[in-house]
T-cell receptor
Framework: NAGVMQNPRHLVRRRGQEARLRCSPM?????VYWYRQLPEEGLKFMVY????????ESGMPKERFSAEFPKEGPSILRIQQVVRGDSAAYFC????????????FGDGTRLSIL | ELKVEQNPLFLSMQEGKNYTIYCNYS?????LYWYRQDPGKSLESLFV?????AVKQEGRLMASLDTKARLSTLHITAAVHDLSATYFC??????????????FGKGTLLTVNP
């Protein structure tokens, strides 16, 4: 499967725990976006990363949220000390810059906070 | 701040009927996208519209773009049940820039009834 791979598909955490969401972009893509989808809403941009660089994190909450895209391995979205309001679907998308094409989305991680 | 508004948000149609979903956006943009999302699933790219007057068709769906009016339409012809899904439009608000992050509308939940 050469598409965008996200894992886990479903993640349950208790309040105060940490959540780690992983995303491997499509082969050859070095640009990754994270979006959050709350129930009954569209997707909201969180962060844009290239390998080893955060390009735009204007959509990320200032506290508890962080993202990285290391030279080797998947991109990670990390949420510390989760709260009920963090319950959402988190989607990763990858993109080949310079080519007019849509972003390709993974299947998402559904995060539930107990 | 770029805003994207879709209407209607809910659309219930009978099979065989035609209808149009509208997508307005607030600033100039090079690219407009339409995505489909089935419940609990990822986003599937339907159309990429790159220039004023662009029209694209796939099966019973046709999308158009008017950059002067900042309006895109998604027209459904002779709807069938399989088209039931949520449809999102999204705009890349960095005209001439390098960010490519997407701003989404809230989505149109389409239900096609037999």
């Amino acid at each position: 499967n050469a598409g965008v791979m996200q894992n886990p598909r479903h993640l349950v955490r208790r309040r105060g725990q940490e959540a780690r969401l992983r995303c491997s972009p499509m082969k050859g893509h070095s640009h990754v976006y994270w979006y959050r989808q709350l129930p009954e809403e569209g997707l909201k941009f969180m962060v844009y990363l290239q390998k080893e660089n955060i390009i735009d994190e204007s959509g990320m909450p200032k506290e508890r949220f962080s993202a990285e895209f290391p030279k080797e391995g998947p991109s990670i979205l990390r949420i510390q000390q989760v709260v009920r309001g963090d319950s959402a679907a988190y989607f990763c998308a990858s993109f080949l810059k310079g080519v007019p094409q849509p972003q390709h989305f993974g299947d998402g991680t559904r995060l539930s906070i107990l | 701040e770029l805003k994207v508004e879709q209407n209607p948000l809910f659309l219930s149609m009978q099979e065989g009927k035609n209808y149009t979903i509208y997508c307005n956006y607030s600033t100039t943009s090079d690219r407009l996208y339409w995505y489909r999302q089935d419940p609990g699933k990822s986003l599937e790219s339907l159309f990429v519209l790159l220039s004023n007057g662009a029209v694209k068709q796939e099966g019973r769906l046709m999308a158009s773009l008017d950059t002067k009016a900042r309006l895109s339409t998604l027209h459904i012809t002779a709807a069938v049940h399989d088209l039931s899904a949520t449809y999102f439009c999204a705009v890349d608000g960095n005209s001439g820039g390098s960010n490519y992050k997407l701003t989404f509308g809230k989505g149109t939940l389409l239900t096609v009834n037999p």
